[in-house]
């Protein structure tokens, strides 16, 4: 412990992480970092510095990396279709190799010789943090308060909190029965009634998204406009990525849309029940799936199809920035060279519907050959019979040999 004289610390401002900066103080006897992030959790995140600084922390660092999430984490990911356990679009996932990127990087800015968080012992989320740090700084020491003391209930927390005058906001009883968390991308909730997977969840739960039951009677129609299989544009309006999330969320939310209920297994070998809220990533598997289904050819989407289960556990169990989830973004971003062009969607109670799309310039879609008319000779049909023989012959090699037995 006395090796350890600086920590940067991830640090949300809240009782968790309030706790563990003082913890951290009186445990290693060493100054403290804090990195607070802003990717679009939805809360004021200024709060935090506040807090820090009456907390005697010297060396702030709250930082807005909304664009940066969406570039170059959520966009990526999206190119590959991906999904956990056929399901889960990875809200909480993919955000934790950017913080785990910053605090490798201000841990280096500031001379620490360790970083921090405020993961359980139980969860995914520590496996990701860390996994993160040391494939960036392998040099850099990690402690996960969580892991070594006794503080392991709330009551225990406030308790705390009152005898070293720490200042949390809320009262005991108050607080909402979930543990969250927001991001950009979705919002989770997890905990509390959930953790009997028979109760379904009641209504005022859900934060981001009206149930489809109540979502309006008229559809929402979108154009989505694709480069190189990113979304750059909505209704004809170019936008960032950050700014296609935030207007997909709030149209989808708007029409019900991104509800999951869901059992997963967590990496550290435990099935947890949880729900998520992801409207705009909801929209936007449904639109890169339909206009790669116009662009891409058969062999390279069904060769994607059988590498994104892989490329999803990857960033699941926090690999992000391994050299084997590297090597498969190559792939995959080399298969998005063609997927351009204009996908029509509507949004209605719950669903998102794929109407219409099109690419001028990269389309694989021959009319004069799917057509059920005349075809001018663009495609002989008799050919068709070879093909299925010789595709039939060891089926056929097969029945006869069962046939004679």
């Known amino acids: 412990m006395s090796t350890i004289k600086k920590v940067v610390l991830a640090y949300s401002g809240g009782l968790d992480t309030s706790v563990i900066l003082k913890w951290l103080r009186e445990t290693y006897g060493c100054e403290v970092v804090t990195f607070t992030a802003d990717i679009g959790q939805g809360e004021e995140v200024a709060p935090a510095r506040a807090k820090a600084e009456a907390l005697g922390v010297k060396e702030i660092y709250v930082e807005e990396l909304c664009e940066e999430f969406a570039r170059d984490y959520v966009f990526p990911m999206f190119r590959a279709n991906t999904l956990y356990e056929g399901e889960y679009l990875l809200g909480t996932s993919i955000a934790r190799p950017l913080i785990a990127k910053r605090l490798a990087e201000i841990a280096s800015e500031t001379s620490a010789d360790a970083i921090a968080h405020g993961a359980t012992g139980k969860g995914n989320d520590q496996v990701r943090f860390e996994l993160g ?4 700084r392998p040099d850099i020491q990690v402690i996960a308060p969580w892991r070594e003391w006794d503080l392991t209930s709330r009551e225990k927390l406030l308790t705390y909190a009152e005898t070293h005058d720490i200042p949390v906001e809320g009262k005991r009883g108050t607080r909402s029965p979930y543990s969250m968390d927001a991001n950009l991308l979705h919002i989770s909730y997890e905990g509390g009634p959930l953790e009997d997977p028979w109760f379904e969840p009641e209504e ?5 998204t009206v149930s489809p039951e109540a979502a309006p009677n008229e559809p929402t129609y979108l154009e989505l406009d694709y480069r190189c299989g990113d979304i750059v544009a909505i209704n004809g309006e ?15 939310g708007e029409n019900g849309i991104g509800r999951l209920d869901l059992v997963e297994n967590r990496y550290v070998g435990m099935k947890s029940r949880g729900c998520y809220e992801t409207p705009g990533g909801t929209i936007m598997l449904k639109a890169h799936r339909a206009m790669e289904s116009l662009t891409l050819d058969r062999e390279v989407a069904h060769l994607k199809d059988e590498l994104m289960p892989r490329y999803a556990s990857l960033i699941y169990n926090g690999y992000w920035w391994s050299p084997e989830r590297s090597l498969l973004q190559q792939l995959i971003d080399a298969s998005q060279a063609t997927v351009n062009g204009t996908v029509r969607l509507k949004l209605y109670k719950g669903n998102v519907t794929v109407v219409g799309r099109q690419s001028k310039t990269d389309s694989l879609f021959a009319p004069e050959i799917a057509t059920f008319e005349e075809d001018a000779g663009a495609y002989n049909q008799q050919d068709a019979e070879g093909f299925i023989k010789l595709n039939a012959l060891r089926l056929r090699i097969d029945a006869l040999k069962k046939l004679s037995l």
């Open 238 to 252: 170019v936008l960032s990525p950050a700014k296609v999330l935030e207007m997909l969320n709030r149209l989808g």
């Open 133 to 136: 740090a040391y494939a960036l």
């Open 204 to 208: 005022a739960m859900w934060r981001w």
